[in-house]
């Protein structure tokens, strides 16, 4: 009742607000909000822009009262519906088939989707995610492939603009290594079922290897592991919002696009387990663009069963002391392809 509330005073002062900004940023979480500040941040030095969100950020961009937060579904639906925004970036999919819908009352508004991930456009979202779009952003050409195939399979009447992948491009600093490894698995891999992260905390502890692990938000949300879990087997874990990825020598992980952005970073390759994939598309198959962490999985990292953890550390162990070179195929491979 107290959120109802608060969101009821709180739409009201949206609406007023609404009046003087045209341009808008739907920031679900803190989570996508980090990836949605370098384009807040660019966008804002020229135009007025408000954020809309289901839970509290920090917004260290926009003053205080650009940013305006919904806790009921009641009132993040209905924000939506009476939407009068000229445009509205978001970083989350479905729109139109969950709380998140497009206006009833400003026709004309356009949605444009930015990525969150460099990931298959196909495999880890539903088959018709971006349909009701007007655009969306593609950073590299194995997006741009994909959903130009989903435009013509689906009859999708979208527009596809290249654009850089800011959130990766304003995180190249020359940070202080701090760990020897990032363990940071996706979510529905099965990754904690298969005692993964126990399996690598036996052998790291064993080979003197620092490490920290990053669980997806959705791992916490799904209920796949929980916090004071990996506080009783005495895994550190980083829970901040802001990661950064140049304070870690390397990275494990399983299907998570970080492995990609850690490329994108470092112009090195990642540790991957075999887990079971993550798919949201069962008819991913049916299209001849086939999801970039499948078939480049090789060239992007060193790839383990779950088994081979064992071997997987030990890898590791023997890099731990050698000064690590850029790989220099790796290093076109991404030239030659993101934007």
Known sequence: MINFFLDLTNFFRYKAREKKNNIGFFCENRFIFEYLKPYISKISTKRKVIIISFEKIENKILPTDSCFVFRSNFFRELVFLTLKLNVLYSSTPDIGNTIFKRSKLKKNCKYIYLQHSPVSLTMIYREKAFENFDAIQVISKFQESEINEMKTKNNFNIKVFRSKYLFVDKKKTNSKK???????PTWNSNFFDLNCHKLLKE???????????RPHPMSFKKKEISLEDLNKLNIPVDSSNNLDLNKYRFLVSDWSGIFIEYALLSNQKAFLINTPK????????????????????????????????????????????????????????????FF
């Not at 701090?178 to 940071?184: E, K, S």
């Not at 052998?203 to 692990?213: A, E, R, V």
């Not at 663009?289 to 550390?313: A, C, Q």
């Open 178 to 184: 701090t760990h020897d490894v990032l363990l940071a």
């Open 278 to 337: 993550k798919i949201k598309n069962k008819n991913f198959q049916r299209y001849e663009n086939k999801p970039i962490e499948i078939t480049m999985r090789d060239k992007f990292g060193h790839i383990y069963e779950v088994n081979n953890i064992e071997i997987l550390v030990k890898d590791i162990l023997s890099l731990k002391e050698q000064k690590l070179n850029e790989d220099e195929s790796l290093k076109k491979l991404i030239k030659d392809n």
């Open 203 to 213: 052998h790291m502890d064993k080979n003197n290897i620092s490490y920290i692990l």
